[in-house]
Every structure is written in C-alpha cells, then in structure tokens.
C-alpha cells in the first residue's frame, strides 16, 4: 500500500509517499481502508520533532481516518468486513491506504456522514467533548465562550454547546470563519483580532457577569484576558497553546475561577468510551455535522501540514489516498 512516511523530523517536506506492506490485523485488531485521513495540529508538532511526545521514527502520520473495514483479526466482535467506521487514533499511522487499529478504536459511521465528515470526528470532536463535559462541566443555560470556533475543534464545539442547551459566544480571525460559526449555532460571534475591544463586548453581552466556560484554542495569547472575562465559578479549559503567557492569579480568586489543562493523550479508556458513544448519537441524530473545508490528495500531506498553520481557519483538512 501507499503510505507518507517520515524517515527524519523536521518541516513538511521530510513527508514522503512510498510503498510500504499492507498492514495485517492479529488478535483484536482492525485494518481500515482509508477513504479519508483528517490532519490535525499536533500532526505538524510531532513531524517537527519539537513536541513533548516523539513518535518513533520512521512512521505514519495520522490520528484520524475514516472508511470500510477490510479485515478483522480473531476475537473481534463489534465490526465486520465492510463496515463503515471512522476510527479514534490507531496503530499504524491514518495517511496511508490502509489503517491498522484496535477493535475499541473503530466506530460507526452513519450512513448520512460522508467519510471525509468521517474523518474530521476523532480528535476534534473527541477534544471539544472532553472540555466542554468532562473537564469544563459545562451545564444546560451557562454561558460558554468557544475561543477559536472556526476551526476543528471549535466547530466541534460549538455543534456540542448547542446541542447541550448552552448560550455560546464565539470568535473567529475572518468574516468566513465567523459565518461558519454562526451557522453551527453560535448565538454571538466577534472578532479575535480586534483585542481587547471584543472582551468589552463579552461583557456587554453577559450584563457584565462573564461567561461560565471558556474553550481556550490559544491560551498564550488569550489566558490572561480569559481569566478576567470569567463569571464567578468559572472554569477556562486550556485545549491549545503555542507558548507562554502572563496572568494575573488574583483574577482567579475573586471568582473562585479554575485553569483546566486537558490533553486527549491522557484519555482512560472508559472516558474515550463514553465520549465516542456520546459522538455516534451526535452523528445519527445530526446534531453534529462535522465540517470539511478542504480536501488533498494523500500526496500533499506536506501542503496540508503548511495550510493548518496558518490563520483563517475554516473547518478540517482532510486528505484523500
Ligand atoms: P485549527 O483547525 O487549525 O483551528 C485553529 C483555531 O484557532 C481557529 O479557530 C483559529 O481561528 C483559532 N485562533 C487563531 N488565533 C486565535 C486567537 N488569537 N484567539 C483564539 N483563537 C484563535 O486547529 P484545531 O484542530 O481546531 O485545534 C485548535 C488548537 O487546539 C490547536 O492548537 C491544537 O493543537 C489544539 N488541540 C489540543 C488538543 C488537546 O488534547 N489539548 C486536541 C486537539 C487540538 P482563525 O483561523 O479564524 O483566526
């Protein structure tokens, strides 16, 4: 099969397609034929080499894939040859024709979800469901600030919010990621490179409370401004950060306010289970629509890596084998 392999960290160009064995599933395990592989952010950190968690070298990138079950190893039981599936993280690397994954690794794909949608589910649907329930305890009626809407994990979030009965405040850098935020349910949507005027409006639009949870998808930039937009109790889950930032810790305890860090890395398997069925009844009763702004053949892995880094964000990049 074709895979893109990296041999050497480093930028987008050390990504190369080449031929590799086909993957063959052992005991409990599933091989995946990869209709669509979603590119993430931490795809581009870990090429790079400069991240915390290095893969082994050389490998396959990719967490995301969607597609139709080739082959399933003994002991498996929950999916059969033919299924669709979009899978949540894998063994193999999800650039590549096929996929080799663990039987809890694999999940229904609704018929009405196409398989680059498919693709774009795992990690940023995973990662919004993480910190809006499971981290933020976002409620029903509070107010949830989504602090980066336009991309991934913000549209995620944004669908989720909704469909939990909160209000959502969003924001996007450009007109296009603004509208798409307000199509996925936003109920006020503004600007975040007109800092610090739209933290006025935050509080305009809360009568001056604040707003319960913030989905921070930029906490270098944005923590210390977060922290004094915060109603009383209220929570800022840290999802992406690229650097360091200043704050002032009084602004926390004034409000009884709480800075929560998540990582899906440290997702137990009982949480990942409960957050895929939570996605799947998401995906079948079409609250969640995840949204495809780009797609690339599997070549141009190294492109799509350039493309995610750049501002002006509008829903997932997903590559096609
Ligand atoms: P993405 O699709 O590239 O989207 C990036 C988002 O950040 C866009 O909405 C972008 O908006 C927004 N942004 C840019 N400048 C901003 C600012 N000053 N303030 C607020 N938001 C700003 O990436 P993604 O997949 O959604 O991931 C978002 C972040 O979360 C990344 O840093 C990623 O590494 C991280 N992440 C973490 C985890 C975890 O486990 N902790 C999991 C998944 C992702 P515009 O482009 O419209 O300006």
Redesign the pocket.
Known sequence: MKAIRVHQTGGPEVMRLEDVPDPRPERGQVVVRVRAAGV???DT?LRSGLYPIKAPLPYTPGLDAAGTVEAVGDGVSRVRAGDRVYTGWNLSGAYADLVLCTEAQVHPLPGSITFQQGAAVN??YA?AF??LHQRGRALPGETVLV?????????AAVQLARAAGLRIIA????AK?RDLAGEQGAHHVLD??K?PDYFRTIAELTGGRGVDVIL???AN??LGMDLKALAPGGRVV?????GTVEIDPRDTMGRDAAIL?????NLGAADAACIHAALVAGLENGTLRPIVGRELPLRDAPRAHAL??E???F??IVLIP
Do not use: D, Q
Request: hydrophobic letters at 35%; charged letters at 10%.
């Open positions: 993430n952010p931490v950190y990690t940023p990662t993480r910190a602090h980066g809407a336009s991309g991934g994990v913000g549209v924001t996007a850098g450009t990621g975040h490179r800092a921070e998808m930029l930039v944005n840290v999802i992406g950060s690229r860090g998540m990582s899906l890395y995610i880094m501002p002006g964000s829903g997932k």
